[in-house]
Structure formats: C-alpha cells, structure tokens
C-alpha cells in the first residue's frame, strides 16, 4: 500500500519558519516528480512547489519564490518543504504528491497525501 505522510505542520507568527516533511512508504520514489500543494479555506488546490526525482530541477509559485526551499532525500524516501519569512496568506493545508513525468499541474499526479495543517497569524 503506497502512503505519503506529511508532518512538519503547526501554528507560527508571520515572519516565521516552518518545516515539512513527507514521508513516502510503500514503494520508491525515487524515479518521481515530488511536489507540494496547498488549500486555503473556500479556494481551491495549488501548486506550491516541485522537485524532480534527481533533484536537479525545481519549480516554485510565484507567491513563494524565495521564501520556500524544496528538498529530498531518496535515500529516505522523504521530502521536505522549507518555509521561511512565512505570512498569513500561507495559511493553508499543505499536501504532498508524487507523480511520474509531473511538474506544476496537480492533474499529474498519482499519489496524495492527507495533508497537515500550516497556520500562520498576523
């Protein structure tokens, strides 16, 4: 059974940092696009950022460009998502997903996570 857990989530101040990780059990991803996806309340899913399965490429929204840092270590089948110089509008349940040949479009990817929890007050 293939399973993405995502962890890292809390309450933060704007202004400070958090960091998520995704766990990956079940199967390799190592030969996948990982990435992150967030919902706030009444919007709906977007792309936050991505990691090929080398690590060499990685996208980013532009609403966190410079703020987030996407890493991964295949050697433990976890991903991670830092979060710097965090804001209100970050405010969000955050979701990792893995999908073969996947970059920014959530349509490509297979497998999904639950979710955690990202709260960043004013």
């Known amino acids: 059974q293939v399973q993405l857990i995502e962890s890292g989530g809390g309450l933060v101040q704007a202004g400070d940092s958090l960091r998520l990780s995704c766990a990956a059990s079940g199967r390799t991803f190592s030969w996948a696009t990982m990435g992150w996806f967030r919902q706030a309340p009444g919007k709906e899913r977007e792309f936050v950022a991505a990691i090929t399965w080398t690590g060499a490429s990685t996208y980013y929204a532009d609403s966190v460009k410079g703020r987030f840092t996407i890493s991964r270590d295949n050697a433990k089948n976890t991903m991670y998502l830092q979060m710097n110089s965090l804001k209100p509008e970050d405010t969000a349940v955050y979701y990792c997903?893995?999908?073969?040949?996947?970059?920014?479009?959530?349509?490509?990817?297979?497998?999904w996570g639950q979710g955690t929890q990202a709260t960043v007050s004013s």
């Open positions: 997903a893995a999908g073969y040949g996947a970059t920014t479009n959530r349509n490509d990817y297979v497998y």
